[in-house]
C-alpha cells in the first residue's frame, strides 16, 4: 500500500496519539487515505497539553474528535510551508478557518480558542505522503466552539463525513505522488526526521533500498529491507549507475533481485562492463505501466526498459501447488530462473514484484 498522512501518523514515535485518534475514526482514517489532504499534525506531547475538559470531551464524543481532527485538515490542497501566507487564512476540512502567524522565522497555524502562549508552532515542515503533505506542529489547534461538534446535541458541525459542503474544491486524485523517487518521513515504524522528505510508496519505503543524499532521503524501487541487509547489491548498483533521476519520472513495474539473487551471478557479472552492467538493471524494468502479477501474460513477451523483451513463464510450485511466474530474460542462467517470489506491491507510481534471480538480457 501507499504511504498517506494516516500511515505517517502511525509511523512516527511522536504522533503516536495522533495514530490512535484517526484509528478511531474510519471516517477520518478513509478521508486521510482516499483523498488530498494538507495536515497539521500535533505530537504526543502537544494532545498533553490540552485543557483536560476539552480532551475529555473529544475522547468521549467522536463527532467532537472528528471536527477538531478535521480542523488540522486542508482538503483538496497541498500547501506546502512556502504556501503558508503571514496572516491569512485557510479553509479548514471542518469548514472553520485557522490563521498563519509568522514571528521572526517560526510559523505558527492557529485557530480561533488558541491563546498566544499556545499558538501551535509548525516544529517539522513538509514531510510530503503519498496523497497530500504533513506539518508536524506543537500544539493542538482548536476551532471556534460551534465547530467542536455536541454529542448530547446530536450536532456534527463538521467533520470528516460532511466535507465537500464546506469546500468547493475539485478532487485531485493523482494527489502530489506521481514519482517513485519522492520520499516520507517514516520507514518501517522508524521515525525520520528530515526538513524535506517526498513521496514514495509503502513498498518503497519499507523494502527498498535507502540512500541519504543531502537533506533528503532517496527510495529506490527494489524490495529493501529498511536495514538494507538484503537488498544492499541493488542499492550500490541503484547508486553508482545514476538510476535515481530516471526512477523519479513518470510510473514503473520493477522487478527486484535479492542479494542472494546478485550472488548467484557474481562470476558472470564480473565479466561485465558498465554499459552491460546498466543493461541488466534496466531489464528489471518496465517504464509507464503499472502491471499486476495477475496480468503478467503466461508466455507473453513484455518490453523493458532497456528496450528488450522479457517473457513471463507460468508454473505449479510443486509444493504448495500455487501458480508461479517466472520473469526471464534471453540470456537467462541455466537453474537461475527469476521467480517472482513477492508480487504486487503497489507503489503510489507503480508496482514492484521481488525475483530471486538476476533477469539476464541479451547481452
Known amino acids: 500500500m501507499f504511504h498517506s498522512p494516516a500511515d505517517l501518523a502511525c509511523e512516527t514515535d511522536n504522533l503516536s496519539t495522533l495514530c490512535e485518534l484517526i484509528s478511531g475514526s474510519e471516517a477520518t482514517t478513509d478521508a486521510l487515505t482516499n483523498e488530498l489532504f494538507t495536515v497539521f499534525a500535533p505530537t504526543d506531547e502537544a494532545f498533553g497539553s490540552v485543557d ?18 478535521a480542523f488540522h485538515t486542508v482538503y483538496g490542497e497541498e500547501l506546502m510551508s512556502t ?9 479548514m476540512a471542518n469548514g472553520d478557518d485557522s490563521r498563519t502567524v509568522c514571528s521572526g522565522d517560526k510559523i505558527y497555524q492557529k485557530g480561533s480558542l488558541n491563546s498566544r502562549d499556545k499558538m501551535p508552532e509548525i516544529v517539522v515542515a513538509d514531510i510530503e505522503a503519498c496523497n497530500g503533505v504533513i506539518h508536524v506542529v506543537d500544539q493542538v489547534m482548536i476551532p471556534k466552539e460551534n465547530r467542536i461538534a455536541d454529542c448530547d446535541a446530536d450536532d456534527d458541525a463538521g467533520g470528516f463525513e460532511g466535507i465537500e459542503p464546506y469546500l ?34 509503502h513498498f518503497v519505503l519499507c523494502h527498498l533500498t535507502m540512500f541519504i543524499l543531502s537533506n533528503r532521503i532517496l527510495i529506490f524501487p ?45 562470476e558472470v557479472a564480473e565479466d561485465l562492463d558498465d554499459a552491460q552492467i546498466l543493461d541488466v538493471l534496466s531489464f528489471h524494468a518496465i517504464p509507464e505501466q503499472v502491471i499486476a502479477f495477475e496480468d503478467l501474460p503466461c508466455q507473453g513477451l513484455t518490453g523493458m526498459a532497456n528496450g528488450a523483451a522479457s517473457r513471463t513463464k507460468c508454473d505449479l510450485d510443486d509444493v504448495t501447488g500455487e501458480r508461479i511466474k ?14 517472482i517470489s513477492i508480487p504486487n506491491i503497489e507503489a503510489c507510481n507503480g508496482m514492484v514484484h521481488v525475483v530471486n534471480n538476476v533477469m539476464i538480457p541479451k547481452l
Do not use: H, Y
Not at 239 to 266: C, H, K, Q, R, Y
Open 83 to 91: 504556501d503558508l501566507e503571514c496572516q491569512k487564512t485557510i479553509a
Open 168 to 201: 468547493d474544491l475539485k478532487r485531485n486524485s493523482g494527489a502530489s505522488c506521481k514519482t517513485i523517487g519522492k520520499l516520507e518521513t517514516s520507514l518501517c515504524g522508524k521515525a525520520i526526521v528530515s526538513s524535506s522528505f517526498m513521496c514514495v510508496t
Open 222 to 266: 527494489a524490495e529493501i529491507a529498511c536495514d538494507g541487509s538484503d537488498f544492499s547489491t541493488l542499492c550500490d548498483l541503484v547508486v553508482s549507475n545514476d538510476l535515481a533521476e530516471t526512477l523519479s519520472e513518470g510510473t514503473w513495474t520493477v522487478f527486484a533481485p535479492t542479494d542472494e539473487a546478485f550472488s548467484a551471478i557474481e
Open 326 to 339: 517466472i520473469q526471464k530474460g534471453a540470456d537467462q542462467i541455466d537453474g537461475l530462473a527469476p521467480q
Open 52 to 69: 483536560l475538559e476539552l480532551f475529555d470531551d473529544l475522547i468521549n464524543c467522536t463527532q467532537a474528535m472528528n471536527s477538531v481532527l
